[in-house]
């Protein structure tokens, strides 16, 4: 009903709609001709968006969408069921490898932290859930960041989701592609042995 029409709200949400996309940043130019709206209106609308985390500006000035979608879609059933599943097991293997275990899934051209347990060791690789990269490599979803290494098993879950992979990462000087996957072949065991609810 036009009456229950709130148009800031709205206006919010139509730019929100502009990151259902593969192009994970935006300037606010681009924001402006996908939006049809003043950039003065935009840059209202994203300083809100931006205090409750629903998009974050980067150093070079472009919008990414924030971690306060990713936290809701959390919420939804199916994922509150993986996380059930899948969190023991992260935890697990990180606390085993001394190293960050994550779930990650991969869709189109990127790839997304859906979970995610850290190491405790001061140096390590911080990877938390939202994060998102740029898949580099056809056959893994790897990121490939200084010092790093990830290693990447790819896991089966519901037909409907898009493929999810296990991965662990830490510093290069420390974690090794062959001790990386001794640690994942213990957890993509335990999984077998704890199927998900479906």
């Known amino acids: 009903m036009a009456q229950d029409r709130v148009e ?15 192009q994970d940043r935006f300037t606010l ?6 939006t049809g709206y003043y950039k003065s209106t935009l840059l209202r609308l994203l300083s ?47 606390q085993a490898s001394g190293e960050t275990a ?3 899934e991969v869709t189109g051209s990127h790839a997304e932290c859906r ?19 740029r898949v580099e490599h056809e056959v893994s979803p790897a990121w490939d960041f200084p010092g790093g290494i990830m290693v990447c098993r790819q896991i089966t879950h ?5 493929p999810l992979w296990l991965t662990l990462s830490g510093p290069s000087s420390r974690l090794t592609p062959a001790l990386a996957d001794r640690h994942l072949n213990v957890a993509l065991a335990e999984l077998k042995r704890r199927p998900a609810e479906r």
Do not use: K, N
């Open 115 to 133: 979970l995610a347990s850290v190491s405790d060791s001061p140096l390590r690789h911080e990877l938390r859930p939202g994060q998102r990269w």
């Open 158 to 162: 519901a037909e409907e989701m898009p």
């Open 8 to 22: 800031s709200v709205e206006r919010a949400l139509t730019v929100l709609d502009v990151f259902d996309s593969t």
């Open 102 to 104: 994550a779930l990650v």
């Open 48 to 94: 809100s968006l931006e205090r409750f985390d629903y998009v974050q500006r980067g150093q070079d000035g472009c919008y990414r969408l924030g971690h306060a979608p990713v936290r809701l879609a959390r919420r939804h059933l199916p994922t509150r069921q993986l996380e059930a599943w899948i969190q023991p097991i992260l935890e697990s293997l990180a």
């Open 29 to 34: 130019a681009e924001l402006a001709s996908a």
